[in-house]
């Protein structure tokens, strides 16, 4: 596709269930980048995958966060045991990685809302 | 339906008229920049960049100013439209190769007719 697209575009869980949210890069994009969107709040940085290097995890807040990348491109963001305070917009990016910074190219948001 | 909140800052800018969106960011050693549109329920939209060896730098109505010394970013928008409603947030990445984008917690942009 032209662009990141993000899977699915909402998703209402029991808490305590797991989740699985999917985020299509774009093409050719070996950066990609998880963000959290609360209400009333900015972005917050989760996760950054680089090519075959070790992930950025420095975001994540909990164990019960961890995220994957397959094959250098599409990735998972799972959530295990989820709470109310996990109910969010969860953004994805991706950019062309150089060695120096360009624009992430972000996917229209998963909305989890955790009951 | 909201994807942002209900409490960001707000600038109301009747149409036509020239818009300035400020930001403040928190690392001196953050060399690159970026503005972020974001329209309710979509996902934040690039609109223009700017590096650290750079003042000033001009796009299709946009202009974002860089005052380092004061960490000071805007943004202008020339001749708003009222498809310029939306939230605007300002993102730094700390250092060149580091690509952990720090982002700000937006301003709300209302175009009144």
């Known amino acids: 596709g032209a662009g990141v697209s993000q899977s699915p575009s909402n998703k209402v869980t029991e808490k305590g269930k797991d989740v699985e949210l999917r985020c299509d890069p774009i093409s050719g994009h070996t950066a990609l980048y998880w963000y959290r969107q609360s209400l009333g709040q900015g972005l917050e940085f989760l996760i950054y995958f680089q090519g075959n290097s070790a992930p950025d995890k420095s975001g994540l807040p909990s164990d019960r966060f961890s995220a994957e990348r397959t094959g250098g491109s599409v990735s998972t963001l799972t959530i295990q045991r989820t709470q109310q305070e996990d109910s969010a917009v969860y953004l994805c990016a991706s950019s062309l990685f150089s060695t120096m910074n360009t624009e992430a190219f972000f996917g229209q948001g998963t909305r989890l809302t955790v009951v | 339906g909201e994807s942002v909140g209900l409490h960001l800052p707000t600038l109301s800018v009747q149409e036509g008229d020239n818009s300035i969106i400020n930001c403040a960011y928190s690392n001196s050693a953050s060399d690159y920049f970026i503005w972020y549109k974001q329209e309710s329920g979509k996902g934040p939209q690039f609109i223009i960049d700017?590096?650290?060896?750079?003042d000033k730098r001009q796009g299709q109505r946009v202009t974002v100013l860089l005052n380092k010394t004061v960490k000071h970013l805007s943004l202008q928008i020339a001749a708003t439209q009222p498809g310029d409603s939306a939230v605007y947030f300002c993102?730094?990445?700390?250092?060149?190769?580091?690509?952990?984008?720090?982002f700000g917690t937006g301003t709300r942009l209302k175009v009144l007719a």
């Open positions: 993102a730094e990445a700390p250092t060149s190769g580091t690509y952990k984008y720090i």
């Open positions: 700017i590096r650290s060896n750079m």
